[in-house]
């Protein structure tokens, strides 16, 4: 992770990752995996709103995170988290009617869905949420991230099928399996565009 302050773009990505979790995942009930899976399915049983939920939640991934990297990591993960829940929670607030088709919303979420993602990890922050734990997994155990991932998400279509349908089960599915490339693509994207270079920059 970088020793500065984070770029604009961190800021940016952590708001759009709370718009699409609200205005495309939860409105067409498809998850892109993660906690905002998790929140979007629990919410079905424990309405107490998506963006509420995803900050619960990831408390606890906080303090995960608190314990195994050390106060500073732990800081910007807080942040993160705050950032996407908080941005969430305001964007189910706003009055917008539009109701996706589902072909809509799931071709949205495999082609630009990650590259908010991409954004906040191109300079090595997590949004605070499953990639944070895998973030330091790969640090401190050598496990890769993408089963570390995998695992994770499969909690978040388990749930996802539970709550809404095997439909929306299985789209969650095929959302994540292409996740990790995904968010490698525009993290590198990101950093080429704006950093003029593809460098990969590892968290601490």
């Avoid at 770029?7 to 979790?21: K, M």
């Avoid at 973030?135 to 089963?147: F, N, S």
Wanted: with cysteine; aromatic share 12%; glycine share 10%.
């Amino acid at each position: 992770m970088d020793s500065s302050s984070p770029p604009f773009r961190y800021y940016l990505g952590c708001i759009l990752i709370g718009a699409e979790i609200v205005l495309v995942e939860n409105a067409s009930h498809i998850a892109s995996g993660g906690v905002g899976g998790l929140s979007i399915a629990i919410n079905a049983w424990i309405p107490l709103g998506v963006g509420v939920l995803n900050l619960l939640i990831k408390v606890l991934l906080f303090l995960i995170v608190w314990y195994a990297t050390g106060r500073r990591t732990a800081l910007w993960t807080a942040i993160s988290a705050l950032l996407v829940g908080g941005s969430a929670w305001a964007f189910q607030w706003l009055p917008l009617p539009f109701h996706w088709p589902l072909w809509l919303a799931f071709t949205v979420i495999v082609t630009v869905g990650y590259l908010p993602t991409g954004l906040v990890m191109s300079r090595g922050y997590s949004s605070g949420g499953f990639s944070a734990v895998a973030q330091v997994l790969v640090t401190k155990r050598h496990i890769p991230i993408w089963v570390t991932m995998s695992v994770l998400n499969a909690v978040s279509i388990v749930l996802m099928t539970l709550a809404y349908g095997n439909l929306a089960g299985l789209l969650t599915l095929f959302a994540t399996l292409w996740q990790g490339p995904s968010i490698e693509f525009w993290t590198r994207w990101t950093r080429r565009v704006l950093d003029g270079h593809p460098a990969i920059r590892h968290s601490a």
